[in-house]
C-alpha cells in the first residue's frame, strides 16, 4: 500500500533528516549524540524512503550497495585509532588541531573514529533491512 | 612496563580484514591477504611472547586513560602464549580454507569474518578490564554466527539456532555478573577489583557472582550440564571453521575461567567443589559420548567436551601443579583439536563422507599422509613422549596429593576412552579394508600439487609444533611454571597495571 | 524510583525464563530479549541512581565533594545495547531462513540428520 500521505511528507523528512543525523555526529564528542546515533537516524531516513517509495526505488536512490559503505567506514575507524602510535601515543589517543575550525568546532582523531562508526552503522543497518525486506518480497512473489 | 605496541596481533587482523572487505568477491586476493596477514600475526605474537618473556608483563593503556579509569590491555606470559598459539592455529585454517573451502562461500565473505574472529581471540586473551572481556566475547560469537550459517544448509542452520541461544544466554549470564560486581565494587578492571573484592563486606554476595560468571563460562566452555549445544552444532559447519571453533572458541572459555578465578574470585571450598563436580562429570559425559559416535566429527565434539573437564578439573584443584597441568593441557589442546578437525576434513577430501562405517582403507591408498594422522592421534591420546602425556602427569599428581580420587578416576576413564576412541577410529578408517558397496568420491587425487601441498601443509605445521610441545616438553614445563606462579601470585599483575602498591 | 525498577527487573527476568523454557523459536529469541533489557536495567539498578546530580564536577575541584551521577552504568548499557541491536538483527535473518528451510516454529523439529554435502 502507498499512502501519498507518507509518500510527500518522505520527500521533505529525507533531507532534514539527514541534516539532523549529521547534526548529532558532529556535537557527539562534547554532548549527547555520536557516530552511532547520527548513523541510526540517517539509516532510519533511508528506511522511511523505503517504507513510503519500496525498497528497489531506495536502493535506485542509493545507487550503491549499502554493503560498501562497512569497509569505507571501518578503513576510517581503524586509520584513526591507529593513528596515535605513530606519534608514539597508545592506540585510540584523541589527537586534536591546535585551531577550531569555523563551523565545525574542534577536530580532532575521535570525529573521524565517529565518521566511520557513522558510515557502518548505516552500511549495516541497510544491508539488515534491505535484506529482511527483499526477502519477503521474494516470498510474495513465489 | 607499558608498551604500546602489544595490540599489534589485534590490529593485524583487523586490518587484514578491512583490506578484504574491500576487495570483495575478489577470492584470490582475499586468500592472498589472508594467508599474509596470519604469517605476520604469527611473527607479531612470537615478537609479543618475546618481550613479555624477558621485560616481564606489559600493559598498555587505552587512549592513554590511567588504570584503573580507562581500559587496560595486560600481556602477561600466559596471555601471549595463548595469542602465539591463536596465530598458529588462525595461519593454518587459512592455509587450509584457501583450498578446502567452496569457492561459494568464500563469495559471501568467509575471509573477512574469520580475521575478525582472531582478531575477537586475540582481544580477548589480551584485555585487562572485564567489561572488554565481554566486548571481545561479542566480537568472536558474532563473527563465530556468521561463520557457522555460512553456506546455508539446513543442518547448518538448525545447528546454528542452537549455538546462538546458548551462546547469548551464556553472554547475558556473564554480564549480569559484571552488573552485580560493578554494583558491589565499582570498578571494572580486573586488577583493581583484585583488591576491591577483599574489602566487600558481604562476601557471600561475591560467591553469587562467581556463580554467574560460572554459568556464563561454563557454557563458552561446554562443561557438563550445559554442553548440549556443541556436540549438536559443532560437526555442521566445514571443516576449516569447525576446526577454528574446536580449538579455540571453547579454550576461551577455559582462558577466562583461568583469569577470573586467579585474579577475582579465588577459589573458597564451596567452588572448588562445585567446580570439581562438573569437571568429573563433563569427563564421564564426554567420553560415553565419544564411544557411541561413529560421525568422526561428532565423535571429536565429545572428545572437546571430555577434555575440556580434564581443564576445569585442573582449576578447581587450585594448586601450582595443578595449574601448570591446566595451562599445559590448554597450550597442547589448542593445537590438537584445530589439527583434528583439519584432518577430518581431509579424510572429507579423499573419501568423501566422515561416517566411520563407510570408509576404510586410507592407509593402504595414502601411507604417508596416514603416518601425519597417526602422529597427531597418538598426542591426543597422550602417548609418551607425545604432548598429550605431559600435562596428565602432572594433573594426577596434584589430584593424589590433594586426594581427589574421584578426579583421579575420572582422568583415567577420559584417557583410557580417548585411547579406545582413537584406536577404533584408527582401525576403522586406516586399517579396515574399504567397504565394497560404498562409491569412493576422491576429490583429493585429481588436485594439482600445489593445492594438495596447500591442504596437506596447514595438518603438517600443527603437527610439529605439537611435536614440539612433546618432544621439548622442558622449555614448556619452564614457561608453564612461570606461568603458575604468575597465576597464583596476583601481585606481579597488580603492580604491572596499577604501580606499586603500598 | 528503585522499588519499581527491581519489580520491573524481576517481571522481565521471569518472562524471559518462561519464554525461553517454550519450545517455539520466536518465543526463545523474545525470552533472550527480554533477559538482555532485564539485564541492562540490573546494572543501570546496580550503578546507583542519583537524582538531579551532574556526572561530572567542576573543573577547579579538585576532588569528588558532591554526590555525582555515575556515567559508566549508562556507558555499559549502550555498548550492551548496540550489541544486542546486532545480535537481535542477526538471529531474526537465521530465524527466518530456518522456518523457511524447516517449515516449522518447534524447536524440537529441528533433527534433521547428518546430510553428506559439505
Known sequence: MRSPILQSATKYLLPILLLFSFFLLLRGHYYPGGGFVGGLVASIAFVLHSFSNGTEATMRLLKRKPLSLIPVGLGISVMSVTLPLLFGLPPMTGLWFEQPIPVIGMIGSSLFFDLGVYLVVIGVVLTILFTISLDNNLDEKK | MIDNHILAPVFIHLFSAVIQLIAWRKTITQRIVSIAGSSLGVLLAIRLLSRVHTDGILTLNAANWEAPFGIVFVADLLSATLVLLTSIAGLAVSFFSSTGLNRQRMLYGYFPIFHFLLMGLNGAFLTGDIFNLYVWFEVIIISSFVLMTLGGRKTQLEGAVKYMAMNILASTFFLTGIGILYGITGSLNMADLSLKIQQVQNQSLVGITACFFILGFGIKSAVFPLYYWLPSSYHTPPSAVAATFGGLLTKVGIYAMIRVFSLIFIPDEFTRNLLMTIAVLTIVIGSFGAVIKTNIRRLFSYLIVCHIGFMVGGIAMFTKVALMGTVFYLFHDIMVKTNMFLIAGLIRQLRGTMDMTKLGGLYAHYPKISLLFALVLFSLVGIPPLSGFWPKIYLFKAAFTLQQFAFVGALILGSLVTLYVIAKLWAEVFWKDSPSDVIVEDKFEPLPLFRKILLVLPICILCSVTLFIGLNAETIVQLVDKISDQLLDSTMYIEAVLGKQN | ?118
Open chain 3, 1 to 118: 524510583m528503585e522499588l519499581i525498577l527491581i519489580i520491573l527487573l524481576g517481571l522481565l527476568y521471569a518472562a524471559g525464563v518462561y519464554l525461553i523454557l517454550r519450545r517455539s523459536m520466536v518465543k526463545l529469541l523474545l525470552g533472550i530479549m527480554l533477559l538482555g533489557s532485564g539485564t541492562n536495567i540490573l546494572i543501570f539498578l546496580l550503578g546507583g541512581i542519583v537524582k538531579g546530580k551532574p556526572p561530572v564536577i567542576d573543573e577547579d575541584a579538585k576532588l569528588f565533594q558532591d554526590i555525582f551521577a555515575d556515567p559508566i552504568p549508562q556507558s555499559l548499557i549502550l555498548t550492551a545495547i548496540v550489541i544486542s541491536f546486532a545480535l537481535t538483527a542477526f538471529a531474526i535473518v537465521l530465524l527466518k531462513r530456518v522456518y523457511a528451510l524447516v517449515n516449522s516454529d518447534d524447536l524440537d523439529d529441528l533433527n534433521t540428520p547428518e546430510e553428506e554435502d559439505i
